[in-house]
């Protein structure tokens, strides 16, 4: 009678291929420094000298900022190629503020007798951002090396909280001023994204990820101006007051994330 022969066990590979999706954090870091110019001047009327001008100028520190959310995608193995489309959302309170700026000047005397404020104190920020790329990498078994690139896309903001204010006149003709500047708000732009990264397989269905992507939504500008002439009420005042400020900023960030994804 004859032993029974005992088979060695089998030895399936993994496959990338397939859909899976999970969620993911990390961190960012912002080249959002906001660049603000400030004037403001008192002119005469035409033709009389005099008047007088300022202006100031600054930039901010950049921003950081951690972030999170979730991410679906699908890839297709073809020997050690992993061909793949990969789109996320992520969540983030990427903020750059100031620098705060004020300038002030005055000229004349009597009814000519003008000043003029401008300040400005300006805030840029991203609070959410997606993707959309393709993906190509190289598999060793359950590891996968790959590059990625696309489209970008995110809710940006940028305002320059600017106020005018002064008074033009004297003594009993004095009026006095306080105007606002161009109110900004939040927009959504697109542009481009980068990037590279590791996957591990840790088991048949859980994916571990670690990730690096720039992103660049652009950028984002705002001109506030204000322009007053002092007689506007039927003064006898000759001057007028004009100011403006330009506040701009770029939306590009970098980011390195950690992600787990169940691969269906």
Do not use: C
């Not at 590979?13 to 961190?27: A, D, I, K, S, V």
Request: charged fraction near 10%; aromatic fraction near 14%; avoid cysteine.
């Amino acid at each position: 009678m004859r032993a029974p022969v005992n088979k060695a066990p089998t030895y399936r590979q993994f496959t990338w291929t397939g859909f899976y999706g999970g969620l993911h954090l990390g961190y960012i870091w912002g080249n959002q420094q906001i660049s603000s110019l400030i004037t403001a001047f008192v002119e005469p009327a035409p033709g009389v000298a005099g008047g007088t001008s300022s202006q100031s100028a600054g930039t901010s520190s950049s921003s950081r900022s951690p972030f999170g959310g979730f991410q679906a995608g699908y890839n297709l193995q073809a020997g050690s190629l992993v061909y793949g489309v990969e789109t996320d959302v992520s969540v983030t309170r990427l903020q750059a503020s100031g620098p705060a700026l004020a300038i002030s000047t005055r000229a004349f005397t009597g009814n000519d007798t003008a000043s003029l404020q401008t300040s400005s104190n300006p805030i840029a920020g991203i609070d959410w951002f997606g993707t959309l790329r393709a993906r190509l990498g190289f598999a060793w078994d359950r590891m996968l090396i790959y590059g990625t690139g696309g489209l970008a896309y995110g809710s940006v903001r940028v305002s320059d909280g600017t106020f005018f204010n002064g008074f033009a006149g004297s003594d009993n003709t004095a009026v006095a001023f306080n105007v606002p500047g161009t109110s900004g708000g939040s927009v959504v732009k697109g542009g481009w994204t980068a990037g590279a990264g590791i996957d591990y397989a840790y088991t048949d269905n859980i994916i571990l990820s670690f990730t690096y992507l720039h992103v660049d939504l652009g950028s984002g500008t705002i001109f506030s101006k204000y322009r007053r002439p002092n007689n506007i009420l039927g003064g006898a005042s000759t001057t007028v007051v004009r100011g403006w400020t330009l506040t701009s900023t770029d939306f590009d960030l970098d980011a390195v994330r950690f992600a787990a994804s169940w691969k269906f």
